[in-house]
RNA sequence: GUCCCCGUCGUCUAGCCCGGCCUAGGACACCGCCCUUUCACGGCGAUAACACGGGUUCAAAUCCCGUCGGGGACGCCA
């Protein structure tokens, strides 16, 4: 076939050399995630990954990440690193690492093997001109009429002359043994599945430019790595049968397969970046302020379930739980829409993690978040504020507008009318504030301290504890709604409490 | 068009394989009440589903058939 085969020595050294098992009932699981580099890291990617990764810890396997980066047309470095960037933040961690377009020769090598057995044949067609009309005569688009009875002499004579050609497999069909042979594999997740091979095309091998097609190049490397369990997309499905042909004709074992119910939006179709948007990225999780524990949780409960009720769940509890049998069959929605970017699901899940998280931890985690928005914070301050806000923020971006009156030097603009308590009005809201700062004054700025003289003041104004509390809240946040008063006080420190005390009062003489 | 897969509250799901314990359980969201210095957290409660039609059976969400609906695959993309 006229194919340059030099390289072969170097890559078979690269080949996984196992222990000869001798298909040993409990060998431990190899499984492998191979997104190919065409874009950012795609949440139906991750879950794929995700799952993979849990089957392989949970069974003490291997976890192998390969670059299924096969299409120089389509793949990029950009998309490569945007890959990687989304499998780090999810930290969760892999064992090997390969790149199939480092593992060329291999694939060329083993398309020439299969050549020679006869089981595929040169394809003559121009590339392209079978881009549409397979609809001709039924049976007709299963291969290109012509190339497939074409003779070896005739085939040989051509490609020596230099015509291009692609290599298509020779699927078995009826008229060729008497007998249609059925294909068959048990899935893990969809069970026993069957086709006839006179309903799988003749797929191709080898493109015409010579590089190997995605289902040559995965299953050469599969069967070369040792992959023992492909899980992957249910799209996938039906892609199996020719998967199964290249196996056999590779000499080698099938994998188990088993296949997930796909990811789809509100729309019920398949999650797509050009149809839904951002959302399908998962960036756009870690840039809102998604904790990756929470994210893979999350995704985990898409088409997966403990079956025990239980939701709120740790990575160790997921590794200790997860299993193919708790796999379902039907796609699961993820929920969005322009209002609600984010599954709601996906954000109160995100909300546990959050509050499960240690205060330090959240801190540091929060402190990015605060940077970005330019309010200079210093681990101090955050670690300050971070219990004050914990178990009122969602996402990790909403600390932003949670926190903000901490750190801005100057508040921003209010309703002077906030200042007014429940059933008073502006002459109450201003004997409260001149009271508060007297009380302030002359009070020690810790928790205790500050509730005594508070409530105490506001009894011997006659005002209930909410009333009184009121104008002092609004007058250092800013705003109405707000962490607990006193905590806030001795954040914030006597200063700026005082300042932005005297400020509300201006605010609110006109009114008086 | 051909083939394949799926169908329980709005959404994620348990139950289905091994019919009866299902007047169908949990969770998110929504609504109401309680707690409370606001917001939030927490607690309690309410609304809400077996796609449809036939069978089989004393009994069906569970078994069988059909219909409808949704999705996927059919590339020299992965």
Not at 166 to 192: C, E, K, M, Q, T
Not at 338 to 361: G, M, Q, S, T, Y
Request: overall charge negative; aromatic content about 8%; charged content about 25%.
């Amino acid at each position: 076939m006229g194919l340059d085969c030099g390289a072969i020595a170097s890559c078979r050294k690269a080949i996984v050399t196992m222990p000869d098992s001798v298909s040993a009932p409990l060998a431990p699981p190899r499984v492998r995630f191979a997104p190919s580099p065409t874009g950012f890291l795609h949440v139906g990617s991750a879950r794929t990954f995700i799952f993979n990764w849990l089957y392989a810890r949970h069974n003490h396997g291997t976890m192998v990440l390969r670059l299924d980066d096969t299409d120089v047309e389509r793949n990029t470095e950009a998309s490569a690193r945007s890959i990687f960037d989304g499998l780090r933040w999810l930290a969760l961690d892999w064992d090997e690492e390969y790149k199939q377009s480092e593992r060329l020769a291999l694939h060329r090598h083993q398309a020439e093997a299969i050549f020679a057995k006869g089981l595929a044949y040169r394809d003559f067609t121009p590339a392209h001109a079978t881009d549409d009309d397979n609809s001709s005569a039924q049976g007709a688009w299963l291969f290109n009429p012509g190339m497939r009875e074409m003779s070896r002499e005739e085939s040989d004579r051509r490609a020596a002359s230099g015509e291009p050609f692609a290599l298509r497999y020779r699927v078995p069909r009826g008229p060729d043994s008497g007998v249609a042979r059925i294909l068959h594999f048990v899935d893990g997740v969809y069970g026993a599945q069957s086709r006839p091979a006179d309903e799988v095309e003749d797929f191709a091998l080898l493109r015409s430019d010579g590089m190997p097609t995605y289902h040559l190049a995965s299953c050469v490397d599969d069967a070369d790595l040792r992959i023992s369990h492909i899980i992957r997309g249910q799209d996938h499905l039906t892609n199996t049968y020719k998967h199964l042909l290249i196996f056999e004709a590779l000499g080698a074992a099938a994998p188990q397969f088993a296949h997930l119910p796909l990811l789809v939006a509100p729309d019920g179709a398949k999650l797509s970046k050009r149809k839904h948007g951002p959302v399908v990225s998962v960036t756009t999780y870690r840039d809102a302020g998604f904790l990756p524990q929470a994210f893979v949780n999350f995704l985990c409960l898409l088409g997966w379930s403990p079956k025990n009720d239980r939701e709120f769940l740790t990575l160790d509890e997921l590794t200790d739980l997860f299993t193919l049998e708790g796999v379902n069959r039907s796609n699961a929605v993820v929920n969005f829409n322009e209002e609600l970017p984010f599954d709601e699901k996906a954000v109160w899940l995100n909300a546990e993690h959050i509050r499960a998280l240690p205060v330090d931890e959240l801190s540091r985690r929060l402190e990015p978040f605060f940077e970005q928005a330019a309010f200079h914070p210093t681990p101090e301050k955050v670690a300050a504020v971070t219990p004050l806000i914990r178990e009122r923020i969602k996402l990790l971006r909403d600390a932003v507008s949670a926190a903000d009156f901490f750190f801005v030097s100057e508040l921003a603009p209010y309703d002077p009318a906030e200042l007014i308590p429940q059933k008073g009005d502006a002459a109450m809201a201003l004997r409260v504030l001149e009271t508060a700062q007297q009380v302030l004054a002359a009070t020690n700025f810790d928790h205790d301290s500050l509730d005594a003289a508070l409530r105490g003041a506001a009894a011997q104004l006659g005002l209930k504890a909410g009333q009184a509390f009121q104008p002092i809240r609004v007058a250092v946040c800013g705003r109405k709604n707000a962490p607990p008063l006193f905590e806030t006080l001795v954040v914030l420190g006597r200063d700026t409490c005082l300042a932005r005390i005297r400020q509300a009062e201006e605010k609110l003489a006109p009114l008086g």
